[in-house]
């Protein structure tokens, strides 16, 4: 249950938030998703996040609020961990949970990993053949002379995530995917140690990101949303984020 702190927290971020750039994020697949009936119920005490995420989490218009249904619980877990304790820096995220005991933040991670949306139309950004061959390499193969594992040997053959903690990469926006490995780059963005994200990241380069970032953004929607079992894969490094 949302206690009165928690209430007070998503009544600050919609004044924060206009109705201009609330209809600008809303997804174009939330008028066919049911939202809730009754305000004690999980999808009520979550509506401070589907403003962004969209009322199953299916992800918004705006490039920059990725995809959150279906990923493994224990990752979400872990980023609203990470925005309550600073270690992840996004304003509003902090903000939002930075009130909101851990039971709850687990409460909410659980509700969304439950959902299995429709995927968002896809966005897709203007390339070269090139870069498009170089990004399907990296995901499906990797490059062995740079030291990088494919994506697919830690996020999934279908790139639905890896349990307990690896997120899907499947239906996120090219923006996001690019600001994200940036930041690890940068050292703005950090996972539990072993960080085996930033290993990765700072070997890529600027048109590597950008490579990743294009192919992933034309894949069509796996047929199976379902994450992965981590028993069933041998891990390229060790990684922090599947100790949950």
């Known amino acids: 249950m949302l206690n009165r702190q928690g209430w007070l927290c998503l009544a600050g971020l919609v004044l924060l938030v ?15 998703l049911p939202t809730f009936t009754t305000i004690d119920s999980i ?4 509506q401070g996040c589907v403003t962004c995420h969209g009322q199953r989490g299916q992800g918004t218009n705006n490039g920059y609020y990725p995809r959150i249904a279906g990923k493994p619980a224990g990752y979400l877990y872990n980023q609203l961990l990470a925005f309550k304790n ?3 820096k996004y304003p509003p995220m902090n903000y939002l949970v930075a009130y909101l005991p851990e039971p709850y933040l687990r409460e909410i991670a659980e509700h969304f990993a439950k959902q299995h949306p429709p995927f ?9 053949p090139a870069v498009l061959t170089r990004g399907r390499a990296l995901v499906l193969h990797g490059d062995a002379d740079k030291g990088i594992p494919a994506c697919v040997d830690c ?12 997120p899907g990469l499947a239906g996120l926006r090219p923006a996001y995917i690019v600001a994200q490995l940036t930041r690890w780059q940068v050292g703005d963005r950090h996972a539990i140690e072993p960080d085996c994200m930033k290993r990765i990241a700072i070997r890529l380069s600027d048109e590597d990101v950008s490579a990743v970032a294009a192919w992933l953004s034309r894949q069509p929607a796996p047929k199976n949303l379902a994450p992965e079992s981590s028993n069933l894969i041998r891990m390229p490094f060790a990684c922090g984020s599947q100790r949950t």
Do not use: W
């Open 43 to 46: 999808e009520a005490r979550v």
């Open 86 to 88: 600073g270690t992840r």
């Open 155 to 166: 996020h999934g053959e279908r790139l639905t995530g890896m349990e307990p903690g690896i």
């Open 120 to 128: 968002a139309i896809r966005d897709i950004t203007p390339a070269e």
């Open 18 to 32: 206009s109705p201009a750039s609330l209809l600008a994020q809303r997804s174009l697949a939330d008028d066919a």
